[in-house]
C-alpha cells in the first residue's frame, strides 16, 4: 500500500470513529435540536433558571412517545445548568417502576438527599420520618438558596394509590421557605388528568409536549452529525471532498425515500441514530467517502421486527386475510369482526374466481393464528371476552407498507395469489 493510500485509509477510520461516537452522544444530537429559542430545551431552562436565580418553586409535566428526546433534554437542561450553578443544585431522581408506592418513594429522597449533604442515612427510619426529613431538607436547602430538583420518571405510574408522594412534593412548593422544582416525566400524554384533586391543585399545569421533528429538521440534523470538521487533524481536502459528496447524498430522492421507509418503521431519533450508525459502519475504508448504498445496505436490518418475520410465516389463506382487513379499513371501516372479514374475502374470491377457497372453519383457525403471532388484534381487550370470537371486533396491527414489504420475501407465495394480494394493496392505496 502507496503511503497516499495509507494516509487516505487513516483519514477514514479517523472520520469513521468521530461520526460513530457523535451517533452515540446524545448531547451532541439533541443540543442541535434545541438551538431553536421555541424549543422545549430553552423553555425548560428557563422554569429552571428562575427557580434558581429568583427562588421559585415550579413543577412541570414532560409529555410525549418514548424515544422523543424527554430524558435527552432534561439531562442537556440540567447538565448546563450544574455547570453554570454547581453549588446551587440538588438532583432527587425517582423512577415510577422502582419507587412508585411511597415508603420506597420516601426512602429513596432521604437516602439521595443525606449522600448530597453528607449526612448519615438511617435505614431504620419510618416512611413518616423520611418525609419530615425531606420537608426539613427542603427548608434548610430554601435558606441556603440551592434548589432540590426531583425528576419523577414514568411519572403516571405515581399517580396510583393515595398520591401522597405527590401530594408533599406539590404542597412543599407552596412554602416561600422551600426551594424546589418538581419534573414529571411520561409517555401518558394525559398524565395530568390522573391526579387527584388535592394533588391537581397544587401543580402549575405546566406540559411540554415533545413532539417528531419536522422532514427538513431531520436531514438538517443527519448532515449536521455525519459532516466532518474542517479545523480539525482530518485533513482538510479530505473534509470538504467528504462533505460535498454527504451534501449531494442528503437532498437526493433516493436518499430522502430510504429515511421515510426508516422513520415509518420507528419515529424516534434515537432509532434513526442507530440507522445512521449502521450505515456509516459500512463506509468503504479504501475509497474514504459515503455512498447512498450504504444507506440501502442499513435500510432491511433496522426494518427487521418481530412482526415481520410473522408475517413471513403466514399461510397464503393468512395473507389474504390481513389484505381483507386492510381493504375494509381503506373502506373506513374502523370496526369490523371476523365474519365481515370473511364477506370480504368471499368478494375477492368472487372477483378473481381464485381455485384455493377455503372454508369458514379453516379461516377461522388461520384467524385465530394471526391473533397470536401480534399481527391483528382485538379493539378492546376488556369486553367481550365472554362473546364469541367471530363477532368480536378486532383491527390489523401491521401498516400496508409492512404487509406489502413483508410479501416482497414471501418466497413460497404462489404466483396467482402472489399477483391478486399485490395488485389489492397496490390498489387499495
Not at 87 to 102: A, E, F, K, P, W
Not at 105 to 127: D, G
Not at 217 to 232: F, T, V, Y
Not at 260 to 287: G, N, Q
Request: charged share 20%; glycine share 4%.
Amino acid at each position: 500500500m502507496s503511503f497516499g493510500k495509507m494516509a487516505a485509509n487513516g483519514a477514514a477510520i479517523e472520520s469513521l470513529n468521530l461520526i460513530r461516537g457523535r451517533l452515540c452522544n446524545s448531547d451532541f444530537i439533541f443540543r442541535f435540536l434545541c438551538e431553536s429559542p421555541d424549543s422545549n430545551y430553552s423553555k425548560l431552562k428557563f422554569i429552571f433558571s428562575s427557580s434558581i436565580t429568583e427562588a421559585c418553586n415550579n413543577s412541570v409535566l414532560l409529555l410525549g412517545p418514548r424515544g422523543s428526546g424527554k430524558a435527552a433534554v432534561l439531562e442537556l437542561v440540567i447538565g448546563d445548568l450544574l455547570k453554570e450553578y454547581p453549588d446551587m443544585i440538588t438532583v432527587v431522581r425517582l423512577n415510577g417502576l422502582l419507587h412508585s408506592d411511597d415508603t420506597s418513594a420516601f426512602k429513596a429522597i432521604a437516602k439521595q438527599l443525606c449522600i448530597e449533604h453528607q449526612l448519615l442515612f438511617s435505614k431504620m427510619a419510618s416512611s413518616d420520618d423520611n418525609t419530615q426529613f425531606m420537608l426539613a431538607m427542603l427548608r434548610e436547602c430554601g435558606l441556603a438558596h440551592k434548589t432540590v430538583v426531583f425528576v419523577l420518571d414514568e411519572f403516571d405510574l405515581f399517580t396510583q394509590g393515595k398520591q401522597r408522594l405527590l401530594y408533599a412534593l406539590l404542597d412543599a412548593l407552596q412554602s416561600i421557605s422551600s426551594q424546589a422544582v418538581v419534573i414529571g416525566v411520561s409517555c401518558r400524554l394525559d398524565a395530568d388528568q390522573l391526579l387527584e384533586k388535592r394533588v391537581k391543585s397544587r401543580f402549575s399545569h405546566r406540559k411540554l409536549l415533545f413532539l417528531p421533528p419536522s422532514k427538513d429538521d431531520l436531514l438538517k440534523l443527519m448532515e449536521h452529525a455525519l459532516s466532518l470538521p474542517i479545523d480539525s487533524s482530518i485533513p482538510q481536502d479530505y473534509a470538504v471532498e467528504f462533505n460535498a459528496r454527504l451534501h449531494t447524498i442528503v437532498v437526493d430522492r433516493q436518499f430522502q425515500e430510504i429515511i421515510d421507509s426508516c422513520w415509518e418503521s420507528y419515529p424516534t431519533i434515537r432509532h434513526l441514530m442507530k440507522f445512521l450508525f449502521c450505515a456509516v459502519s459500512s463506509l468503504d475504508l479504501d475509497s474514504g467517502y459515503l455512498s447512498l448504498e450504504n444507506f440501502k445496505t442499513a435500510l432491511p436490518s433496522m426494518q427487521r421486527q418481530p412482526k415481520m418475520e410473522s408475517l413471513r410465516d403466514c399461510s397464503i389463506l393468512e395473507l389474504y386475510i390481513l389484505v381483507c382487513m386492510k381493504r375494509l379499513e381503506v373502506k373506513e371501516q374502523n370496526s369490523y369482526s371476523f365474519n365481515a372479514v370473511m364477506k370480504e374475502y368471499k368478494m375477492v374470491h368472487d372477483s378473481f374466481h381464485t381455485s384455493d377457497y377455503y372454508g369458514q372453519n379453516i379461516c377461522l383457525r388461520a384467524f385465530q393464528h394471526l391473533l397470536q403471532c401480534g399481527l391483528i388484534g382485538f379493539t378492546d381487550g376488556r369486553v367481550g371476552h365472554n362473546q364469541a370470537i367471530d363477532f368480536r371486533p378486532v383491527k390489523l396491527l401491521i401498516s400496508v407498507s409492512e404487509l406489502t414489504h413483508g410479501l416482497k420475501f414471501y418466497n413460497s407465495c404462489p404466483v396467482h395469489a402472489h399477483s391478486i394480494i399485490q395488485y389489492q394493496l397496490s390498489d387499495d392505496t
